[in-house]
């Protein structure tokens, strides 16, 4: 405590004295007033009537409690030096970050630490600070200064002369600036020099002697008084501007619950992919659109909804918040939220895997579909493998070179390190999985470990069809057989284009098409050619459809593409005469007789004069020629395509195929070069995700456990889902890890191809001026509508209110 002394005089005189011991002795009365503050508030035991009450953390309840506002603040002793504000009998102290909930951490980022609040803060700001309290860090190990020193938790109480030790409540610590601050005096003095209020003290060898200066300071007394007098006009509601805040409350509430159906309607559209607007944007009139029909729909049976359009026909409200703006708005809200949890999701699981490919919208833009892999570690017992999509981004430079930027700058907005990933896939394009300059490439150049997998399916999309996946497999089969009898659909199929051909009036091109396409079914080489295509086809059908589930595991894969290709290498040897065969009983069916047309005389032109002519001369048959321009490079391109896909596979299946068989692991040996082998595929700069010799010895010692607990095949979401019910990951750390990064990795992008479906879905031709943004959050609404349906939107909701509430009563 300091006073200015006239340099005259060096001892304060008797009156002096008195004078100051009266000011004292005024305020300590004045704040004595405050001592018996348990009248005002319900007190309780500690810990009673939670709902939410976890012994291990007890602290954080309390400051929950603490921010919804629950009056249980209680005020002891006798003197102001020692006077302390508890919560449920217990200091208010916050843990580390990390036991706390997302959803507590996302609503306050900023207010946790002292040292993130803004240089100027509005008393709307500092009324909310002091209904949250003041938050006490705590932690095992503070950071060290350069001569060893910190802070330590025990500053946050204080022991008086009687031995008694009660808590420094205004004392707070920062973490980002590593320093302690003075909790009211940081409110109200915005004069204060000491280093308690302005910049934090970190002169940790002068703390203690600091703060026992401060405590007793005058104006350190005044803040807390003033921070006192604050909390309780804000707990009994008696504030200045109480009736302003009822007033605004009130129409929060109102705002609160308008939104909620405007964001369960738009949800509702984007879920099901629906057109929001009509040719009006106005209310009541016609062709005004699904947004606008659902909200005077629900108006005749909601009284909420009724009576807000009754005040935007009136004109009593300034917004009615029905137009296009809002559904931009609340269709970001809404995708940014479930983006949120997405990342949340991958930064929990730390390995993820890229899925991406490009394809043109209805306007032509060239869009960019990512999709993130992870194992996703729920808050349950059950591990699952996810996939998740991050949105539609449009690419002006499709080569790998640009689409590489894009993807790098989308992980990086969204906080994923390139060194977590462990695997990527694209289609089979070049600027995909281009051993120079395609993405994949250039990933791995930034990451080695990011392993490259090319989609199973796309090679099997054989590359003489211009369709995606099995080539339209329904197609070929509606001309084959006729669904339930046994009669050929080709018949029915040539007699429709006949009569086609002979409506009157009919188009002539249609009707000159309808022919052509009618005498080409009874031509033998194309009845030979549709059995060779469906036989093809079905064998690639069955293999393409297994492919496409999320958690195939990579050894099956392999399995299933050698199968394949077992059955085209067969099929090259002794199909094209089977297919003859089959042909010649689909022929009697058509009343075609089963034979080739001869082929059309080939005029040759010779090279010199003295050489004969060779025109109307065939090498071949027409059955052979047809065999060798058709069947046979059919045959061969199907063969390359499956081949390589198997290669690639294989290779990696060889490295890590033994962890898909954790109950047929006999041999320690063999297991033990495994292990290495997968050790040295995960090794960049000398560093491994995992220990090959550690990895032995635990898959050699949970092998007995899961032998005895499961019947089935042991497969790795059994070993993970086992790990983590039994809390085993410290004792099993490498296979938890090597198992995460076995699943991360895809074997097809079977998630991107309906992503694109879902983009057809959205932007149609009607809607083909739909904005990036909004094409992007209403495929992310559409394909992860799993999470928007459970989000929970009463905290944006709340705020959005308020904020509209504020400015409509600023207005009047």
């Known amino acids: 405590m300091s006073h200015k002394i006239s340099n005259s005089r060096k001892k304060l005189s008797g009156y002096e004295y008195r004078k100051r011991k009266s000011v004292k002795d005024q305020k300590f009365e004045k704040i004595k007033k405050f001592m018996s503050i348990e009248k005002y508030v319900a007190y309780k035991k500690p810990n009673e009537g939670r709902e939410d009450f976890n012994p291990d953390a007890?602290?954080?309840?309390?400051?929950?409690?603490?921010?919804?506002?629950?009056?249980?603040?209680?005020?002891?002793?006798?003197?102001?030096?020692?006077?302390?504000?508890?919560?449920?009998?217990?200091?208010?102290?916050?843990?580390?970050?990390?036991?706390?909930?997302?959803?507590?951490?996302?609503?306050?980022?900023?207010?946790?630490?002292?040292?993130?609040?803004?240089?100027?803060?509005?008393?709307?700001?500092?009324?909310?600070?002091i209904k949250l309290g003041p938050f006490q860090i705590t932690k095992e190990k503070y950071p060290e200064g350069r001569n060893g020193r910190h802070f330590s938790s025990i500053y946050y109480n204080r022991k008086l002369a009687n031995g008694e030790t009660f808590c420094r409540r205004w004392l707070v610590y920062s973490d980002s600036k590593n320093s302690v601050f003075c909790f009211c005096c940081l409110l109200f003095d915005n004069n204060s020099k000491s280093n308690l209020v302005s910049d934090g003290f970190k002169k940790w060898r002068h703390l203690t002697e600091t703060l026992g200066i401060h405590e007793n300071n005058v104006s350190h007394m005044k803040c807390y008084q003033q921070w006192v007098e604050t909390e309780i006009r804000l707990k009994t509601g008696k504030t200045i501007d109480n009736e302003e805040i009822k007033i605004i409350e009130k129409d929060s509430l109102r705002w609160q619950n308008v939104l909620l159906r405007l964001m369960n309607i738009t949800l509702y559209l984007a879920e099901n992919n629906m057109?929001?607007?009509?040719?009006?944007?106005?209310?009541?009139?016609?062709?005004?659109?699904?947004?606008?029909?659902?909200?005077?729909?629900?108006?005749k049976f909601d009284p909420v909804m009724q009576k807000h359009l009754a005040l935007a026909i009136k004109g009593d409200t300034?917004?009615?918040?029905?137009?296009?703006?809002?559904?931009?708005?609340?269709?970001?809200?809404?995708?940014?939220?479930?983006?949120?949890?997405?990342?949340?999701?991958?930064?929990k699981a730390v390995y993820y895997s890229i899925i991406a490919d490009c394809t043109p919208d209805i306007s032509r833009k060239e869009q960019l579909s990512l999709t993130i892999r992870i194992v996703y570690l729920s808050l349950d017992i059950r591990v699952e493998i996810k996939e998740y999509f991050l949105g539609f981004?449009?690419?002006?430079?499709?080569?790998?070179?640009?689409?590489?930027?894009?993807?790098?700058?989308?992980?990086?907005?969204?906080?994923?390190?390139?060194?977590?990933?462990?695997?990527?896939e694209y289609d089979n394009g070049s600027n995909m999985k281009g051993?120079?300059?395609?993405?994949?490439?250039?990933?791995?150049?930034?990451?080695?470990?990011?392993?490259?997998?090319?989609?199973?399916?796309?090679?099997?999309?054989?590359?003489?069809?211009?369709?995606?996946?099995?080539?339209?497999?329904?197609?070929?089969?509606?001309?084959?057989?006729?669904?339930?009898t046994c009669r050929s659909l080709s018949s029915d199929v040539h007699d429709a284009l006949i009569a086609l051909?002979?409506?009157?009036?009919?188009?002539?091109?249609?009707?000159?098409?309808?022919?052509?396409?009618?005498?080409?079914?009874?031509?033998?080489?194309?009845?030979?050619?549709?059995?060779?295509?469906?036989?093809?086809?079905?064998?690639?059908?069955?293999?393409?459809?297994?492919?496409?589930?999320?958690?195939?595991?990579?050894?099956?894969?392999?399995?299933?593409?050698?199968?394949?290709?077992?059955?085209?290498?067969?099929?090259?040897?002794?199909?094209?005469?089977?297919?003859?065969?089959?042909?010649?009983?689909?022929?009697?069916?058509?009343?075609?007789?089963?034979?080739?047309?001869?082929?059309?005389?080939?005029?040759?032109?010779?090279?010199?004069?003295?050489?004969?002519?060779?025109?109307?001369?065939?090498?071949?048959?027409?059955?052979?020629?047809?065999?060798?321009?058709?069947?046979?490079?059919?045959?061969?391109?199907?063969?390359?395509?499956?081949?390589?896909?198997?290669?690639?596979?294989?290779?990696?299946?060889?490295?890590?195929?033994?962890?898909?068989?954790?109950?047929?692991?006999?041999?320690?040996?063999?297991?033990?070069?495994?292990?290495?082998?997968?050790?040295?595929?995960?090794?960049?700069?000398?560093?491994?995700?995992?220990?090959?010799i550690l990895l032995c010895d635990e898959l050699m010692s949970i092998k007995p456990f899961l032998s005895e607990m499961v019947k089935d095949k042991i497969t790795p979401i059994i070993v993970l889902n086992f790990i983590k019910q039994h809390k085993m990951q410290d004792?099993?750390?490498?296979?938890?890890?090597?198992?995460?990064?076995?699943?991360?990795?895809?074997?097809?992008?079977?998630?991107?191809?309906?992503?694109?479906?879902?983009?057809?879905?959205?932007?149609?031709?009607?809607?083909?001026?739909?904005?990036?943004?909004?094409?992007?959050?209403?495929?992310?609404?559409?394909?992860?509508?799993?999470?928007?349906?459970?989000?929970?939107?009463?905290?944006?909701i709340k705020d959005f209110g308020d904020k509209k509430a504020r400015k409509i009563n600023l207005k009047n």
């Open 731 to 796: 004792l099993y750390p490498n296979t938890w890890i090597a198992m995460r990064i076995l699943l991360t990795i895809p074997v097809t992008v079977a998630s991107r191809e309906r992503s694109f479906s879902k983009m057809k879905l959205i932007k149609t031709y009607l809607r083909s001026t739909m904005s990036q943004d909004r094409l992007s959050s209403l495929g992310t609404l559409s394909i992860e509508k799993n999470i928007a349906e459970n989000l929970d939107f009463s905290t944006l």
């Open 393 to 424: 981004f449009s690419v002006s430079d499709s080569t790998g070179l640009g689409l590489t930027e894009v993807l790098i700058e989308l992980l990086t907005k969204h906080g994923l390190k390139i060194s977590n990933c462990r695997g990527q």
């Open 275 to 299: 057109a929001f607007r009509g040719s009006s944007d106005k209310l009541f009139t016609p062709q005004n659109g699904k947004f606008l029909g659902l909200i005077q729909m629900l108006a």
């Open 58 to 129: 007890s602290t954080i309840s309390t400051t929950m409690s603490n921010k919804i506002g629950e009056p249980s603040t209680i005020f002891k002793n006798s003197c102001i030096t020692s006077l302390q504000i508890e919560v449920d009998n217990e200091p208010v102290i916050l843990k580390e970050s990390n036991d706390l909930s997302e959803d507590f951490l996302q609503e306050t980022p900023n207010l946790l630490d002292c040292g993130n609040w803004p240089i100027v803060r509005s008393s709307n700001f500092v009324d909310h600070l």
């Open 501 to 692: 051909s002979e409506i009157e009036g009919c188009n002539p091109e249609t009707a000159r098409e309808a022919i052509t396409v009618g005498e080409q079914l009874k031509d033998f080489s194309f009845l030979v050619s549709l059995i060779v295509w469906y036989d093809v086809l079905f064998q690639v059908n069955i293999v393409s459809k297994t492919l496409q589930e999320k958690d195939m595991d990579i050894t099956q894969c392999a399995k299933l593409l050698k199968s394949c290709c077992s059955f085209l290498e067969n099929y090259r040897k002794c199909g094209f005469k089977d297919a003859i065969i089959k042909s010649k009983n689909l022929a009697i069916e058509l009343q075609v007789e089963p034979v080739f047309k001869p082929l059309k005389r080939i005029i040759r032109v010779k090279r010199h004069f003295d050489e004969p002519a060779q025109d109307g001369i065939y090498l071949f048959s027409p059955e052979k020629k047809l065999e060798i321009d058709f069947f046979n490079p059919l045959l061969e391109t199907s063969l390359i395509s499956m081949r390589e896909k198997f290669i690639q596979l294989e290779n990696y299946s060889e490295v890590c195929g033994f962890l898909y068989n954790v109950d047929s692991l006999q041999k320690i040996e063999e297991i033990l070069k495994s292990c290495l082998a997968l050790q040295s595929k995960l090794t960049v700069n000398l560093k491994s995700d995992i220990n090959g």
């Open 318 to 347: 300034s917004d009615h918040y029905c137009g296009k703006n809002i559904q931009n708005e609340l269709i970001d809200l809404m995708s940014q939220k479930v983006n949120d949890k997405i990342i949340n999701r991958v930064l």
């Open 435 to 484: 051993k120079i300059n395609g993405v994949q490439k250039r990933i791995l150049n930034l990451n080695p470990l990011a392993l490259y997998v090319p989609c199973g399916n796309h090679s099997l999309n054989l590359k003489l069809c211009d369709t995606r996946w099995e080539a339209k497999i329904s197609s070929v089969k509606a001309v084959r057989y006729q669904v339930g």
